[in-house]
């Protein structure tokens, strides 16, 4: 399995998945988000798997972050931003993304819940 885990060094959520994933020693590699946002490509698989599991555009979103609040991403998401023009916002700013961001070639999950990653990742 080829894991690739957007984080942000600062992030103390980001610091717990990567200990999670070296003590179940699963290989990785690391992007750091904010240098280098998910491609459209990356957001739009990540989105496909969040929407198999019931979630929605908005689970990508860093919605703790001052640039979420900031841009009023809530307010734009309410009135009717569609998935293409979030994924582009997105693709350009890597601070507006929930992180940790990991992905697969078939599978991937947004933030940190041990069991959630248990039971995609290990």
Same mark, same amino acid.
């Given at each position: 399995?080829? *894991?690739?885990?957007?984080?942000? !060094? +600062?992030?103390?959520?980001?610091?717990?998945? @990567? !200990?999670? @994933?070296? &003590?179940?020693?699963?290989?990785?590699? =690391?992007? %750091?988000?904010?240098? #280098? %946002?998910?491609?459209?490509?990356? @957001? !739009?698989?990540?989105?496909?798997?969040?929407?198999?599991?019931?979630?929605?555009?908005? +689970?990508? $979103?860093?919605?703790?972050?001052?640039?979420?609040?900031?841009?009023?991403? &809530?307010?734009?998401?309410?009135?009717?931003?569609?998935? #293409? #023009?979030?994924?582009?916002? *997105?693709?350009?700013?890597?601070?507006?993304?929930?992180? %940790? $961001? &990991?992905?697969? !070639? =078939?599978?991937?999950?947004?933030? $940190?819940?041990?069991?959630?990653?248990? &039971? +995609? *990742?290990?």
């Amino acid at each position: 399995m080829s *894991l690739k885990v957007f984080e942000y !060094k +600062n992030c103390s959520t980001c610091k717990k998945a @990567l !200990k999670f @994933l070296d &003590a179940n020693k699963i290989a990785y590699t =690391t992007v %750091p988000i904010v240098e #280098e %946002p998910p491609s459209i490509s990356d @957001l !739009k698989k990540m989105l496909g798997y969040i929407k198999k599991q019931g979630g929605s555009i908005k +689970n990508l $979103f860093n919605t703790s972050g001052v640039q979420y609040r900031e841009l009023k991403i &809530a307010d734009k998401l309410k009135s009717g931003l569609s998935d #293409e #023009e979030a994924l582009q916002l *997105l693709s350009k700013n890597g601070k507006l993304i929930k992180r %940790p $961001f &990991a992905l697969t !070639k =078939t599978t991937g999950v947004v933030g $940190f819940k041990e069991e959630v990653w248990k &039971a +995609n *990742l290990v």
